[in-house]
C-alpha cells in the first residue's frame, strides 16, 4: 500500500526558502499513471493546490505561485520535493504531499499526513 | 488555476439525505473530485470521475454532475459525517483548483 510522508522544517525565516520533502513509500515513484503533487492549506483556511510534477518529468505550477515554486523529483530516493522562495507570513500553512491519477478522471487518491511550516523570525 | 464555488455551510438531519454542491467553468469539461476532511486530519479521496468511490468509502456517497454543477450526495447521512467536503477539477491548462469548502453539520 503506497504512503506518503512529508518532512522539512517546522519553522522558516522570511525571505528565506521553504524546502520540503515527501518520501514515498510501497510503490515506485517512476511508476507510470500518476502524478505527484503539492497543496496546502492555511490555518482554519481551505486547501489550495501548488503544483504537481509527472513521473515524466512534466510540472505544473498554480499561476499564483509559479514565479517562487519549484518542484522536483529523486527517482533513487523515490521522493519528490517543494521549494517555495522568499516566503512570507502568507506562506505559514499545513503542507500536503499527494498522489494524483493521471487520467481522465483524475484525483489526488493518496495524501501525506500533513506538514506545519510557520514563517517567522 | 481552476475556479470552483462551494457553499459554505450545510446542515442534514441524522439519516437524511444531503447534497453539496460545486460550481464552475471546468467542470463542463473535466470531471469533479471531492475529498472528505475532519479536524487535525489530512483530506481524504470519497468520489472521483463520473461516479467512483475509493475502497473504503461506503457507497451512502455517490456523485453526479451537470452543466457546470458537479455535486456530491449523501444518502442517509451519518454522524460520522460531519466534516468540511472539498470539490477539485482541473482546466485546459493543467491547472488544479479546489472549491472554498462546504462545512457539513449532522444535526
Known amino acids: 500500500q503506497v504512503q506518503l510522508q512529508e518532512s522539512g522544517p517546522g519553522l522558516v525565516k522570511p525571505s528565506q526558502t521553504l524546502s520540503l520533502t515527501c518520501t514515498v513509500s510501497g510503490g515506485s515513484i517512476s511508476s507510470g499513471g500518476y502524478y505527484w503533487s503539492w497543496i496546502r492549506q492555511h490555518p482554519g483556511k481551505g486547501l489550495e493546490w501548488i503544483g504537481y510534477i509527472y513521473y515524466s518529468g512534466s510540472t505544473y505550477y498554480n499561476p499564483s505561485l509559479k514565479s517562487r515554486v519549484t518542484i522536483s523529483v529523486d527517482t533513487s530516493k523515490n521522493q519528490f520535493s517543494l521549494k517555495l522562495s522568499s516566503v512570507t507570513a502568507a506562506d505559514t500553512a499545513v503542507y500536503y504531499c499527494?498522489?494524483?491519477?493521471?487520467?481522465?478522471?483524475?484525483?489526488?487518491?493518496?495524501w501525506g499526513q500533513g506538514t506545519m511550516v510557520t514563517v517567522s523570525s | 488555476s481552476s475556479e470552483l464555488t462551494q457553499d459554505p455551510a450545510v446542515s442534514v438531519a441524522l439519516g437524511q439525505t444531503v447534497r453539496i454542491t460545486c460550481q464552475g467553468d471546468s467542470l463542463r469539461s473535466y470531471y469533479a473530485s471531492w475529498y472528505q476532511q475532519k479536524p487535525g486530519q489530512a483530506p481524504v479521496l470519497v468520489i472521483y470521475?463520473?461516479?467512483n468511490r475509493p475502497s473504503g468509502i461506503p457507497d451512502r456517497f455517490s456523485g453526479s454532475s451537470s452543466g457546470n454543477t458537479a455535486s456530491l450526495t449523501i444518502t442517509g447521512a451519518q454522524a460520522e459525517d460531519e466534516a468540511d467536503y472539498y470539490c477539485?477539477?482541473?482546466?485546459?491548462?493543467?491547472?488544479?483548483?479546489f472549491g472554498g469548502g462546504t462545512k457539513l453539520t449532522v444535526l
Open positions: 470521475g463520473k461516479n
Open positions: 499527494a498522489r494524483g491519477l493521471a487520467r481522465r478522471d483524475d484525483a489526488f487518491d493518496i
Open positions: 477539485n477539477s482541473r482546466d485546459s491548462s493543467g491547472n488544479h483548483g
